[in-house]
């Protein structure tokens, strides 16, 4: 009889989420936490901050775009959801479940059942044919050969590249590398997908194409994705809700009219005068 | 006056040698037959054992499987059939088995120790001196040993070969391994692979270039050993450059080097041209990243 409406539990949760890279991490921690900037840090420790107290709720169903320039540790955020990176410090949640507490088995059963994942240069195996790369998550995870070259083959179809199962990728350009790439994650059926940054490196036009096929695919599959992007526009066309960073923190956390319209800070402004 | 304090290692090393022989000797030469037996004798009886036309056949297929190219199988048979024209050819067979012998040796312990080093820091860090040492000592510093060891014949000298050309197949296992892109990797782990299905699905085969170049010098390093194993007793094409030698005779110990240059082309081409095939694949790889974001 509540008349509130509460809003649904996030599928992924950051907590506190910080990284530092070198050797005295926890004296930089404490230095974070008594309020010294990345800098003293880095000038007193001699270690990088790559991230400092991030806390991000990913909604499920939703594309959720993280947004920073480089070296802003956006690419290092997105990796903590898989724990291709560990955190330093903070909790990473799972439908609420810690993953941090995960054994080796453990984490290798969630990177084959809840989450997959693209990258900036594809990561594709270059001496296995696109239908060998789309079906290697499937035959990681110890399905049949017999099933696997089918669903793939079925993936293959689904993200314009029928009749292309039997090439190599160095035979393919950029986007339908690409292509092969995000076929590779969906096969793996996961609820959860994180794109590291997956068009940047394909021209305007190609870089189009593949937005329209992700937003047809997401209407259909529904999945919770977590986009990295420095192009604003990319994220305003793909995102539900827009994480702006920089320098390691998190500067604003809102659906895209807000950035729009009430930009937190000067960076994010300028971010958003890019759009003209 | 003199600075140098006087330190020698050679009386104990000696000591030490003698009562190595002394007290190993026997199991030694289990060692030693088993080797022979087991690996050397088959191999050497089935290459003599065979028709040199048959294996002049089998030579110019597999040379053509390995280039596609009908000229450089031809050529290759013709670099063989020389050989045999020079009346070497018996001696090439007993060559062709030690070497053959020596680089199995030599895959065995080179490629699993390749990848040891490349999997693990510390293993890296303590067995890269003793390459070091490998590749560095002079031959006979351990040839001597080996003889002592196992007696004179084709075993110390399959042995000593192996020390001597397992390096760089070690070093190129371990360097193809560590040149995988690193985000082929990363991508891997992103699907939960586990450290096995990492190296044989994704690293052995990225670095198969790399190792096949590896291989190639290691069959080369063998055959450059076979005049020296012949000092020990081994026989083949060695035994001939080393009498030509000792009797004054250049024309047999020219006629011989040439046969072992020969071989060293045939065994060279054929197995640079495996590495290559592979080698095309891999050159063309999707290397061309935007690369906007290291993190």
Known sequence: MNPVEIPPPPRLEARHISKIYGIAAQRALQLLRSGADKATVQAETGCQVGLHDVSLAIAAGHTHVIMGLSGSGKSTLVRHFNRLIDPSDGDILLDGQNILSLDAAGLRDLRRRRISMVFQGF????????????????????????????????????????????RHPHELSGGMRQRVGLARALAMETDILLMDEPFSALDPLTRRDMQQLLIDLQAELQKTIVFITHDLAEAFRLGQRIAMLRDGQLV?????????????????????ATLG | MDIFLPISIKAPVNRAVETLVSRFGDSLHVVNDLLLQGGLLPIERLLRGTPAWLMLILIGLLA?????????????????YLIGCFGLWDLLMQTLALVLVSTALAVLIGLPTGILISQSRLARRLLLPVLDVMQTLPTFVYLIPAVMLFGLGKV???????????????????????????EITEAAWSFGTTRWQLLVGVQLPLALPSIMAGLNQTVMMAL??????????ARGLGEDVLAGIQTLDVGKGLQAGIAIVLLAIVIDRI???????????NMTRSRETGGHESR
């Open chain 2, 64 to 80: 053509w499987h390995a280039t596609r190219r009908l000229a450089h199988a031809a050529g290759i048979v013709a670099a063989c």
């Open chain 2, 271 to 281: 197995t640079q041209a495996y590495g290559q095939s592979q080698r095309l694949q």
């Open chain 2, 224 to 233: 450059a050993m076979v005049v020296i194993a012949s000092m020990i007793g």
């Open chain 1, 252 to 272: 604003q956390d809102a659906p895209p009219e807000e950035i729009r319209h009430a930009p937190a800070d000067d960076y994010v402004a300028r971010f958003v």
């Open chain 1, 123 to 166: 990561g594709l195996l270059p001496h296995e044919t696109v239908q060998g790369n789309v079906a290697y998550g499937l035959l990681t995870r110890g399905e049949k050969k017999a099933t696997v070259l089918d669903k793939a083959r079925r993936w293959i179809d689904r993200v314009g590249l029928t009749g292309y199962h039997d």
């Open chain 2, 156 to 182: 110390p000298a399959i042995l000593a070969t192996v020390v001597y050309a397992v390096c760089p197949l070690i070093r190129l296992t371990e360097l193809g391994i560590r040149q995988v892109d690193p």
